[in-house]
C-alpha cells in the first residue's frame, strides 16, 4: 500500500495530532475517523468521504478497534485498522514504549504494519485472519508453531533499557491497585478482604526466588493469549499481535502467561497445558528444526523457569490492567 506522510517524524511514519473522542456518536465518530486517515494519507485527502467505510472490529478491555474500508481512486479496495486508545490507557500502557517496539517487531515480521500515528491512536494494516480460541493453542500443529514464533520473537532486540520491567510493572499495579476505593458499599466490603500485605509477601518472595534463577531476560510479548494470535488458514500464516503490554521480561514469564491463557477467558484451568502439552511446546521454542533432540535435563530447566514465573502471570493479571478476567480464580 503506497501512503505518502503528510506530516513525517522522524522514522517516516506519518503522523498526525488530532485526537478522536471515543464518548462520541459512532457517525460522528466514523465522520472523525475518515479526516485522521485523510489527513495522515495524502492520496486520500481528496477523496469524497461516500469512499469510505467505517466498522467496529472489536471493543477490547483497552481500546476501540475499528476497520476502515476505502475505495480508492483507481478502483483498488483497501482496508486498515484504527486504534482509538481508551481513556485513561496511558496509566497502564507505556505508548512510547509500545510504538518503539511496534517498529522493530514490525521490521522483524510481528504483527500488524504500522502506518501511521494520531493523537490517541494509531492506524495499522488490515489483517486477513481469523482470530484463535484458547482450544486452538492445544492443537499440537498451532503450539508448535506458537513456540517456534515465540523463540524468534524473543530474538529481536529493541533499543534501550534491556532490565526486566517485571518488577516495575508489579510495584506499579501493587501501589494503584492497593489503594482503590469503591462507592457501591458491597465492592468496598469485598476488596477490603484482599490483604495487599499479604500479596506483597508472596510476591517478594518469588522475586527472591526468581533472582536465583537466573533466567534469560527477552523482549516478551506478556499478552500472548488466544485473541491475540491470529490464522490465515489459507496461507498457514500464524500472527502474533498486540503488542501493548511488551517488554523486555523473563522468557519464562512470558511462555508461563501464555499457558495461563490456555485457560481462557471463563478461567477454566481443567485446560492448562498437562506436562507433555508444555513440553512439546518448550522442544518447539528450544530447538524448532529438531525439537526432538532437545535434551531432558533442558526440557526440565525450561519447566521449572516457567513454573516460577506462571505465578508472577497470575500476580500482575490479578492487579493489572486485565484483572477482570485473570482475577476470577481467586474468588
Ligand atoms: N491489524 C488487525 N487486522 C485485523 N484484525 C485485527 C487487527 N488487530 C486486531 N484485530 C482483531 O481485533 C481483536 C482485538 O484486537 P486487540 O487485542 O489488538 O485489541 P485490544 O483493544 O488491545 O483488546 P484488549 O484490550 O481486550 O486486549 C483481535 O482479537 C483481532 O480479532
Not at 155 to 172: A, C, M, N, T, Y
Not at 275 to 285: L, M, P, S
Request: glycine content about 6%; proline content about 5%.
Amino acid at each position: 500500500m503506497d501512503i505518502a506522510p503528510s506530516v513525517a517524524i522522524h522514522d517516516s511514519i506519518p503522523h498526525h495530532p488530532l485526537s478522536v473522542d471515543t464518548a462520541l456518536s459512532f457517525p460522528v465518530m466514523s465522520h472523525r475517523v475518515i479526516d485522521v486517515c485523510k489527513k495522515l494519507f495524502r492520496k486520500w485527502e481528496k477523496l469524497d468521504d461516500s469512499r469510505f467505510s467505517v466498522e467496529t472490529v472489536s471493543g477490547g478491555i483497552t481500546n476501540l478497534l475499528l476497520k476502515v474500508s476505502v475505495k480508492e481512486g483507481n478502483g483498488d479496495n483497501v482496508a486498515v485498522t484504527v486504534r482509538l486508545y481508551g481513556p485513561n490507557t496511558e496509566y497502564v500502557i507505556d505508548r512510547k514504549r509500545e510504538l518503539q517496539a511496534i517498529k522493530y517487531l514490525s521490521a522483524a515480521g510481528f504483527g500488524a504494519k504500522l502506518l501511521g500515528v494520531f493523537g490517541n491512536g494509531m492506524v495499522q494494516s488490515f489483517i486477513n485472519a481469523r482470530t484463535l480460541n484458547p482450544a486452538d493453542m492445544k492443537k499440537p500443529k498451532l503450539a508448535a508453531e506458537i513456540a517456534k514464533q515465540l523463540r524468534r520473537f524473543h530474538h529481536v532486540e529493541i533499543p534501550g533499557s534491556k532490565e526486566p520491567q517485571l518488577w516495575v510493572d508489579i510495584f506499579k499495579f501493587f501501589e494503584k491497585a492497593s489503594s482503590l476505593r469503591f462507592e457501591a458499599p458491597d465492592m468496598q466490603r469485598r476488596y477490603e478482604t484482599i490483604s495487599f500485605k499479604e500479596v506483597h509477601e508472596e510476591v517478594t518472595q518469588l522475586k527472591e526466588l526468581t533472582d536465583r534463577l537466573n533466567a534469560p531476560v527477552v523482549f516478551s510479548h506478556n499478552d500472548l493469549l488466544s485473541g491475540n494470535l491470529m490464522l490465515d488458514d489459507e496461507h498457514d500464516n500464524l500472527y502474533f499481535i498486540d503488542f501493548e503490554y511488551g517488554s523486555y521480561s523473563y522468557r519464562g514469564y512470558d511462555i508461563g502467561n501464555h499457558f495461563n491463557e490456555y485457560a481462557g477467558y471463563e478461567c477454566d484451568y481443567s485446560l492448562y497445558p498437562s506436562k507433555d502439552e508444555q513440553f512439546h511446546f518448550f522442544r518447539h521454542y528450544l530447538k524448532p528444526e529438531k525439537p526432538y533432540e532437545v535434551p531432558e535435563k533442558d526440557l526440565k530447566a525450561l519447566y521449572i523457569e516457567t513454573h516460577v514465573h506462571v505465578s508472577f502471570a497470575l500476580v500482575l493479571g490479578f492487579m493489572g490492567p486485565n484483572s477482570g478476567k485473570d482475577v476470577c480464580h481467586r474468588f
